[in-house]
């Protein structure tokens, strides 16, 4: 039996993860769960898996939470701790009698929870790509020194790490992300400006949370990746290149140094990414169907356009600068992709805060942590401004 701590349970992530525990009972056992402030998904989740402690980051939504656990005839008989704020997620992060932690938590948030599930020992199933982009030597470092395992959630670091099974590292020539492109692929720049939340939420293959699907239909979301993979696989970003694979059949590929490429395929589901995190290296009997190639019939693969997709190429940028720069696009990122979402700034105008949020930070090398949560808040400051 593992024990999970599932971070940021209440998302699609989480939904997920969630599903794989109800259909594997015998294999796995919620011991832990946080959320951001949604408490009535959260107590749904308290009642079907019982776990020994919650988290809330939001405080008043915490107390609420611990208010209605007292008095519901329904929670009243259930023995659990409920915990608020950054220190509550942290310390069910660490819980003691965890096995692994799920890292499911939205944008920076993740970081400092992940950090202290990695110093606390555990194994960690990684969804939350922004932490790797934000602190990626830190993280890595922590988690070598650690000895611990960050095995990867995102389909595409999964199919690559599925690739990479008995083979030598040293082999690698380059990693190969595929991106289905998102919803707004076919869109001309012309049409771009005006497109609202509602269109941009409309992915054509993964249902996911709504930060994601925007940084789907920006690119942002595979240059994160880029930046994800770069740590991951400690592999220079010049060696990974992303192609437009508009089925999502293909999760990822490795080219070796033979010209032999590898590649995992298989339907969009990321139950498969996360059952293959959660029970590696065992392949858990997934209720999922067949991948019927006969009915895909065809595979295509094209070339990202830059100057429709700027954040990708702001991405490469990014790491290759190094230091603070990738914690400061994805702060950025964060600030006009809610901005966005809220009504606030049109769809182009995500790119542009961006590259001027970029163009304004003097990136600091071999940061320590402070530094990085410094950038982080320093480019949220800026691109908040530049939003007004
Ligand atoms: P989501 O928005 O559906 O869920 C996010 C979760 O984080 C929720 O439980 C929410 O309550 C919690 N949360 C939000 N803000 C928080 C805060 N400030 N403090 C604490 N908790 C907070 O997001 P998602 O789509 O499940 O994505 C989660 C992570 O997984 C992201 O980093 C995303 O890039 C990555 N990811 C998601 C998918 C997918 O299929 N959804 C695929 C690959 C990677
Ligand atoms: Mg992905």
Known sequence: MKKLVLLGSTGSIGANTLQLVADFPD??????????????????QIRRFRPRVAALADEAAADRLRRQCRSRRDLRDLKIEIL???DGLI??????EADMVVSAIVGSAGLAPTL???RARKPIALANKESLVMAGPIVCEEARRQGVAILPVDSEHSAIFQSMAGQRRTDVRRLILTASG?????????????????QALKHPTWRMGNKITIDSATLMNKGLEVIEARWLFDIAPDRIDVVIHRQSIVHSMVEYRDGSV??????PDMRGPLAYALNYPERLPLALPSLDLTKVKMLTFEAPDLKKFPCLGYAYE???TGGTMPAVLN???????????????????????????????IPQAAPGLDDVLEADRWGRERALKMIQ
């Open 262 to 267: 590898i590649a995992q395929m298989g339907i």
């Open 91 to 96: 310390r069910v992060a660490a819980s003691a």
């Open 318 to 320: 990014a790491v290759k």
């Open 116 to 118: 202290a599930a990695i």
């Open 84 to 86: 608020s704020g950054t």
């Open 182 to 198: 998102g919803p707004l692929l076919d869109l001309p720049l012309s049409k771009r400006r005006t497109i609202k939340p509602a």
């Open 331 to 361: 702060a950025a990122n964060e600030a006009a992709v809610r901005a966005y979402l809220e009504g606030r700034i049109g769809f182009l105008a995500i790119a542009r805060v961006i590259r001027e949020t970029m163009d304004g930070h």
């Open 27 to 44: 294999r796995f056992q919620v011991v832990g769960l946080t959320a951001g402030s949604n408490n009535d998904k959260l107590i749904a």
